[in-house]
């Protein structure tokens, strides 16, 4: 199936352990179920990507003094590929931009490719690095940072 049909929704406590279960499939370094939960007490900033009913993948963002922030976001390995993780970007663009917000910033690990070819095909421009930033399997791994500018 492609990524027609899937539908984005505010998450909220209650998906705590759905949001958890792809979080720990896709990262390396996954978030802990506490900060998780703290960015799912607050209205707005984590949304769900569901298809059929069902949890494919999520993202956090925060919005402050017009500018937002993409903390986190997956795409369930099972529907990785079908152009999910590229919609639920976009929407998530379109939404804090319809509210007013004039940039997005990201940060991404550097061998993060699947990652990093999304966010610059969706517009996002690298505006830095900072260096030895992640944890790595082994020692530490630069983050670049991504900005796109949404009203130009
Ligand atoms: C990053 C992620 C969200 C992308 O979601 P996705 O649904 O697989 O991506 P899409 O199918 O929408 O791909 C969109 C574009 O990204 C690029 N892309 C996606 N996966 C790629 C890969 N493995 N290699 C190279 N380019 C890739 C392609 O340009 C693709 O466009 P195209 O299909 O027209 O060529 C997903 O890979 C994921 O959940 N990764 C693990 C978690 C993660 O690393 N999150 C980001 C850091 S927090």
Same mark, same amino acid.
Request: hydrophobic share 35%; aromatic share 12%; charged share 10%.
């Given at each position: 199936m492609n990524s027609h049909g &899937?539908?984005?929704v505010s998450a909220g406590p209650d998906d705590l352990? &759905?949001?958890?279960a792809i979080e720990q499939r896709c990262q390396s370094?996954?978030?802990s179920r506490e900060v998780m939960l703290?960015?799912?007490s607050k209205e707005h900033v984590v949304w769900r990507l569901e298809l059929d009913g069902t949890l494919i993948g999520f993202a956090v963002v925060t919005q402050i003094a017009g500018e937002a922030e993409l903390l986190d976001i997956a795409i369930d390995p099972d529907? /990785? %590929?079908r152009g999910f993780g *590229? *919609?639920?970007l976009q929407r998530l663009l379109d939404d804090v931009g319809s509210? %007013?917000?004039e940039r997005m910033f990201l940060e991404v690990r550097a061998s993060n490719m699947p990652a990093i070819a999304v966010y610059e095909k969706l517009g996002f421009? /690298?505006?830095g690095v900072r260096r030895n930033y992640y944890p790595a399997k082994i020692g530490r791994e630069d983050a670049l940072m991504y900005c796109q500018e949404l009203f130009q």
């Open positions: &899937a539908c984005l352990e &759905a949001v958890m370094h996954p978030w703290r960015y799912l529907y /990785q %590929g *590229q *919609q639920l509210k %007013g917000n421009c /690298q505006i």
